[in-house]
């Protein structure tokens, strides 16, 4: 299992360091197919051996080998956070199987949807987590959701639902609409400076993973984490009031919280809840 997880977390390194490469190129329109990348300085191109996810970082110690220049940390960042998601996904998969075996199911979102896809989960999420890395990143740097990404991620979600949730199908699509009306709403009350329209389509592709008491938690939990970081920032000077702030890294952050723990964290943020 060890080895397995292993496994899974260098799988993650090489989506990572291609997700740096698609999350550069994309909103600058180049094709992700177009040759190596080059050193930004010197304008030489990075071999095989230096493109290795995180271990050429450190090697390198972050700089060029040819001119020195300092290379970005984006680059190892979002090669460890997708290799730490990945695992994360596996480790909570064996955890969701072992329950399922043991009959005691808590209707967590994860297991729930283990229980219902089986080894399937795997594929799934990862591929979930792999486009919501890509959104993450372009929405921090660029303040775009594409919605080329957001309409994949609701293609999936919706075949998920209509192949193995079919019983719940129109509870959990009026949630979903009610959900993004909601941010729909914030848009226009906001006049677009608080939501863009891409997190209203956000919400819309993503709560089809959720129950209603899930999808709530998750949308609560995004305004909170969201509050306490703007705060932070401003206090920091790094922001201020009425400046736009992306909000789909929240959501998306939030997101794979109430994907692990969104069961549990409901009863605490809806207290009265069935
Ligand atoms: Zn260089």
Known sequence: MV?????????????????TLYTYRSPRTISVKKGRSKCDR??????WFDNIPL???????????????????RYPLIEFSTGILFA????????????????????????????L???????????????????????????IIPDNLVFLLFVVNIMALILFRVDNLY???????AASLFFLMLH????????????????LALSPIFTWQVTITWIFLSFVIGAILGLILISLKRASFGKHIAFGPF??????????????LSRYIIPYMP
């Open 3 to 19: 080895i397995q997880s292993i496994f899974i977390f260098i799988f993650g390194l090489i989506i990572g360091s291609f997700l």
């Open 42 to 47: 010197c304008g030489k191109k990075i071999s």
């Open 55 to 73: 271990i050429s970082y450190l090697l390198l110690k972050g700089k060029c080998r040819y001119c020195g220049n300092k290379i970005s940390l």
């Open 88 to 115: 994360g996904i596996y480790y909570f998969y064996i955890n969701c199987a072992t329950i399922l075996q043991g009959g005691t199911f808590e209707g967590n979102p994860f297991c729930a949807w283990t229980d």
């Open 117 to 143: 896809l089986g080894l399937w989960i795997l594929p799934y999420l990862l591929l979930v987590s792999t486009v919501l890395v890509a959104i993450f990143v372009i929405d921090l740097e660029h303040q």
């Open 171 to 177: 509870e959990i699509l009026f949630v979903s609409f």
């Open 188 to 203: 226009l009350v906001t006049k677009g400076r608080g939501m863009g329209l891409g997190d209203v389509k956000l919400v």
């Open 251 to 264: 959501l998306i952050f939030s997101f794979f919280i109430a994907l692990f723990w969104g069961e549990s």
